[in-house]
C-alpha cells in the first residue's frame, strides 16, 4: 500500500493550497479507510489537522484550522484533498496523510504518506 502525498510548496501569507493525497495498492480497498492529514515541524509532535470518515460524510478539524482548511475524498478515485486557504505562517509544517481502519480523532494510522512541505512566509 502506497500513499503519496503531493502539493507542498511556497505560498504568501493569506494564499490558498491544496494537497493531495493517493492511495494505491492491490489489496488495498480505500473506502475501508478514514483518512487524516498531520502536520509536524521540527522539534515539535506530529498535531492531526482535520480527519475524514471512509464515505466523506464526517469531517472533524483541529481548533487551529477550523473555517480555514476542508478535508475531503473521492472514494472512485482513491484520493483525499486538504484544501487550505487563509495560510498563516504557523501553518508551516510538513504535512502527511494518512489512512486508519477506524475513525475518530484518536484513531491509529495504519499507513502513511511521504510528507510534503507547506511554507507560509512573505
Known amino acids: 500500500v502506497q500513499l503519496q502525498a503531493s502539493g507542498g510548496g511556497l505560498v504568501q501569507p493569506g494564499s490558498s493550497l491544496t494537497l493531495s493525497c493517493t492511495a494505491s495498492?492491490?489489496?488495498?480497498?480505500?473506502?475501508?479507510?478514514?483518512m487524516g492529514w498531520f502536520r509536524q515541524v521540527p522539534g515539535k509532535e506530529r498535531e492531526l489537522v482535520a480527519d475524514?470518515?471512509?464515505?466523506?460524510?464526517?469531517?472533524n478539524y483541529a481548533d487551529s484550522v477550523k473555517g480555514r482548511f476542508t478535508i475531503s475524498r473521492d472514494n472512485t478515485k482513491n484520493i483525499a484533498w486538504l484544501q487550505m486557504n487563509s495560510l498563516k505562517p504557523e501553518d508551516t509544517a510538513v504535512y502527511y496523510c494518512?489512512?486508519?481502519?477506524?475513525?475518530?480523532?484518536?484513531?491509529?494510522?495504519?499507513?502513511w504518506g511521504q510528507g510534503t512541505l507547506v511554507t507560509v512566509s512573505s
Open positions: 494518512a489512512a486508519g481502519p477506524s475513525f475518530g480523532w484518536d484513531n491509529e494510522y495504519d499507513y
Open positions: 495498492g492491490g489489496d488495498f480497498t480505500f473506502t475501508d479507510y478514514s
Open positions: 475524514i470518515s471512509w464515505s466523506g460524510g464526517i469531517a
